[in-house]
T-cell receptor, first 111, second 117 residues
Framework: EDKVVQSPLSLVVHEGDTVTLNCSYE??????LLWYKQEKKAPTFLFML????IEKKSGRLSSILDKKELFSILNITATQTGDSAIYLC???????????FGKGTRLHILP | DAGVIQSPRHEVTEMGQEVTLRCKPI?????LFWYRQTMMRGLELLIY????????DSGMPEDRFSAKMPNASFSTLKIQPSEPRDSAVYFC???????????????FGPGTRLTVL
């Protein structure tokens, strides 16, 4: 059975800290790994990763994929209170229109 | 574009009542997805449509759940009869098709928070 596992499930840090969120997966016919940020409403897309070892970066957020070890990390540096959200990892499969989501990491940044 | 539109935004009902959730996808998108999100189970895909046709409903939990897409701009998710364990946030998402070499991002609606008493 396909699965996506995220850790930790929740995390509380102080503003300015750096955090690393983890995502491991076991799926057949892997195509890409996706990261989403969910604040109070709907998930919004952050990154898509398809190749191992190539870092994707957007401001203070960055992510990398390891297709051999089947995991990805999402790093957030110099965290701000606005980074508080649920971060969702998901996997897209070849020849399948579905996305399989992990349960998310609930990140809370203390001022 | 207004994005994916869902209604109602909040629904409180009593056990046994029928609940209908509505979704209007982004114009031109040919895929529509219904998800349910709870703390315990995370974000789960219930069913998805392509060109108004249901493709995979394996995530629909029980016969009490049904979904329709009568045209390209409207879909409903119905629960009859509703139960307290159906309480969750229900999201609708849509995406287009740009070819195999591009990622076709799913755009989510704001969700409907359902509470069944």
């Amino acid at each position: 059975e396909d699965k996506v596992v995220q850790s930790p499930l929740s995390l509380v840090v102080h503003e300015g800290d750096t955090v690393t969120l983890n995502c491991s997966y076991e799926v057949t016919n892997f195509r890409s790994l996706l990261w989403y940020k969910q604040e109070k409403k709907a998930p919004t897309f952050l990154f898509m990763l398809t190749s191992s070892g190539i870092e994707k970066k957007s401001g203070r957020l960055s992510s990398i994929l390891d297709k051999k070890e089947l995991f990805s990390i999402l790093n957030i540096t110099a965290t701000q209170t606005g980074d508080s959200a649920i971060y969702l990892c998901a996997v897209e499969k070849n020849r399948d229109d579905k996305i399989i989501f992990g349960k998310g990491t609930r990140l809370h940044i203390l001022p | 574009d207004a994005g994916v539109i869902q209604s109602p935004r909040h629904e409180v009902t009593e056990m046994g009542q029928e609940v209908t959730l509505r979704c209007k996808p982004i114009s031109g998108h040919d895929y529509l997805f219904w998800y349910r999100q709870t703390m315990m189970r995370g974000l789960e895909l219930l069913i998805y449509f392509n060109n108004n046709v249901p493709i995979d409903d394996s995530g629909m939990p029980e016969d009490r759940f049904s979904a329709k897409m009568p045209n390209a701009s409207f879909s409903t998710l119905k629960i009859q009869p509703s139960e307290p364990r159906d309480s969750a946030v229900y999201f609708c998402a849509s995406r287009g098709t740009s070819g195999p070499s591009r990622y076709n991002e799913q755009f989510f609606g704001p969700g409907t928070r359902l509470t069944v008493l």
